[in-house]
């Protein structure tokens, strides 16, 4: 079970940079008395840095095991030689490479809001709404984010009219599946389940926090249409779960297969008193956490893509550990309660919060003070004496969207804009007004072009603000910094490593025939396994298990669990370690504190892999040594000096 995300090689590169990456404000300002970690020639890190870049990792480490301090610098300091390797091949002034790094300058750009004016009020909101969850449907009629005003009305009065039926007493249910044009409204009658901040859209999250439990909104518009929403509930947030589960598959290549039945007997030995982790390791189909007990990683409300499994889970606390078999689309589970974490203290994570504000869509509630803060931070002035006399260059064409403006080669020598040193002259500003025209909607001329410079001016000054962000956010210039490293790090690796590597056939070849011995297939069987919970028991069956097909077997063990196994292998977190691959008879075993008995039909054994089946791997393997060889290269070439001393005193 996890989220389903869809990422191309580079993306999920970057976007793993940037989540290690990435620091803050706070931090990311260089401090010229910090103690110097290392440098590389003039490149220089330190301690502030090389400690953020470690704290990132280790709350984001994918892996169970995090760094050491020693062991990360070594990592960081790797990184930083490949992009000081990076540059010196002229990388980072390639057309691809400015290409790539401008449209994403862009993007984040777009995301930061003037100079990050984030109200207390609207912090105080958001924690609010993260430490507070709701319950809620909705009816969703639908319309165009550039609708005509036509179509709005239409929807609008849609929404009204089913907001009426609704206060006459019809069932809110009922008209979600006649009405709404959400297409899991036919499967869950408009349920959304619970959810908290950032999960919806702003103006949807808002119009849910502000009305009771059980009463219905009027019609909130979002860039999907006209929502009725109906809160059915609201509960303090318990953070994040910590649970463990164990799973049946729905469907097995075994006809007498009963998932069902399979996991109410796993539940049974449950409240016979049987350790659930055990249970999950020698039961459980979902193979990524049988062999930790069941464990899953943490999750909040809205975090996984299993409604089901969330609501069960949430149910559960330290009094009531152990939930009833439930179904969901991957398999019946039973989950057990472990731990749960709660949300963090404001003071601890405001500075999170702020910066996410900026870069959600909570931004557009602060766009109406952001002209007002560039307009104090830059120098503006607008040629009203020009402006004034544009009612005589601009006709009444322009009320019907059909004006053309008609160069003349003094329009360029006029300026209608400043903004600090920079000049827009009229050229600029008519060229704007017959493009944008259609979004003039005032009813005179004179309102016209007073909306025109209005709009001219403060899509200037943001064009402005964004070339100089890095200036004047050090926040931004951290992330932008991260990715635009992280983007040489990966032009770099592709063109020193990665494809190098991909196209040489024969050093492939070659290193596959000095590795053979590595590229072997597990040993594996086809086998009947039983497990009992009981010595005796597993005795009979292993008399048994034989002489009786699978499906006599359930009938006179209804108390045993019993799986087909079919090429699995021998390392399988269900089969003892101990397994004997020679005898031609069942044997008895004590496994994950149950008794098994594992009836042997065959053994596929280990057998040396053909090239072609292990290529993948191969080319994975050289890649790495001929970047270790690369790496040893890069250190021998650049000075690098090294703190051991400081990285010591840091470790203790």
């Known amino acids: 079970m996890k989220l389903k995300v869809a990422f191309n090689l580079k993306s999920m590169f970057l976007f793993t940079i940037l989540i290690l990456g990435s620091f803050t404000y706070s931090i990311a300002q260089t401090n010229l008395s910090d103690s110097l970690v290392f440098s590389i020639n003039d490149t220089k890190v330190y301690k502030t840095e090389f400690l953020n870049q470690y704290q990132k990792n280790s709350q984001n480490n994918f892996e ?237 409300v809205g975090q996984l893509n299993s409604a089901k499994f969330e609501e069960v889970a949430f149910s559960l606390d330290k009094n009531n550990p152990i939930s009833k078999p439930f179904k969901t689309k991957f398999g019946w589970h039973i989950i057990k309660y472990i731990d749960e974490i709660p949300v963090k203290p404001l003071e601890e994570i405001k500075t999170d919060i702020v910066k996410k504000i900026k870069t959600s869509d909570r931004s557009k509630k602060l766009i109406e003070n952001i002209k007002r803060d560039l307009m104090n931070q830059y120098e503006v002035n607008i040629n009203y004496e020009l402006l004034s006399a544009l009612e005589d260059r601009i006709d009444e064409s322009i009320l019907k969207f059909k004006w053309r403006y008609k160069e003349k080669e003094a329009d360029k020598n006029e300026w209608i804009l400043k903004i600090d040193s920079r000049e827009y002259n009229l050229n600029q500003f008519l060229e704007y007004i017959e493009k944008q025209q259609r979004s003039l909607t005032e009813n005179t001329l004179n309102q016209k072009i007073n909306t025109a410079i209005d709009k001219f001016s403060y899509a200037k000054l943001i064009e402005v603000h964004n070339q100089n962000l890095e200036q004047v956010s050090p926040e931004f210039a951290a992330e932008i910094k991260t990715y635009y490293e992280g983007l040489l790090l990966f032009e770099v690796m592709e063109q020193n490593i990665w494809n190098p590597t991909k196209e040489d056939s024969l050093a492939q070849k070659k290193y596959f025939e000095t590795h053979k011995s590595n590229f072997v297939s597990p040993t594996k069987i086809n086998a009947l396994l039983a497990s009992s919970s009981t010595k005796k028991e597993a005795k009979k069956i292993k008399r048994k298990i ?65 090239f072609e089946e292990v290529r993948g791997q191969v080319i994975s393997n050289l890649q790495k040594v001929r970047e270790e060889e690369w790496i040893a290269k890069l250190k021998e070439k650049y000075d690098i000096v090294i703190n051991q001393k400081l990285i010591q005193s840091i470790e203790h």
């Open 64 to 300: 169970n095991d995090k760094l050491g301090i020693e062991e990360y610098a070594e990592m960081y300091l790797r990184f930083k030689l490949k992009v000081v390797a990076a540059k010196d091949k002229g990388l980072d002034t390639l057309p691809k490479f400015l290409n790539e790094y401008g449209r994403y300058r862009k993007q984040l750009a777009d995301k930061y809001i003037s100079n990050g004016k984030v109200t207390e009020q609207l912090v105080q909101e958001t924690y609010h709404r993260m430490t507070n969850e709701v319950n809620a449907s909705h009816i969703l009629i639908s319309l165009k984010p550039n609708a005509t005003p036509e179509d709005t009305l239409k929807a609008y009065n849609t929404a009204i009219d089913v907001l009426k039926k609704i206060e006459n007493g019809e069932s809110f249910e009922d008209l979600a599946l006649k009405y709404s044009k959400d297409p899991s409204a036919k499967i869950n009658k408009g349920s959304l389940g619970w959810f908290k901040a950032y999960k919806m859209v702003y103006p949807f999250e808002t119009a849910v926090y502000n009305i009771e439990v059980n009463e219905v909104s009027q019609p909130v518009r979002t860039q999907f249409g006209y929502h009725l929403i109906k809160k059915n509930d609201e509960r303090p947030s318990r953070g994040s779960l910590e649970v463990a589960h164990i799973m049946k598959n729905l469907q097995s290549q075994d006809s007498t297969y009963n998932a069902k039945a399979e996991i109410q007997k796993i539940y049974q030995k449950l409240q016979n008193g049987e350790k659930f982790a055990d249970l999950a390791k020698q039961f459980s189909d979902h193979k990524p956490t049988a062999s930790n007990g069941g464990k899953l990683s943490a999750f909040g």
């Open 546 to 610: 034989d002489d009786d097909p699978i499906n006599v077997l359930r009938k006179q063990f209804p108390n045993a669990i019993f799986k087909t196994l079919n090429e699995t292998e021998i390392n399988d977190t269900s089969l003892p370690s101990n397994i004997d691959l020679q005898t031609n008879k069942p044997e008895l075993y004590q496994h994950n504190n149950q008794y098994v008995v594992l009836d042997i039909s065959k053994v596929h054994p280990s057998k040396p892999l053909k």
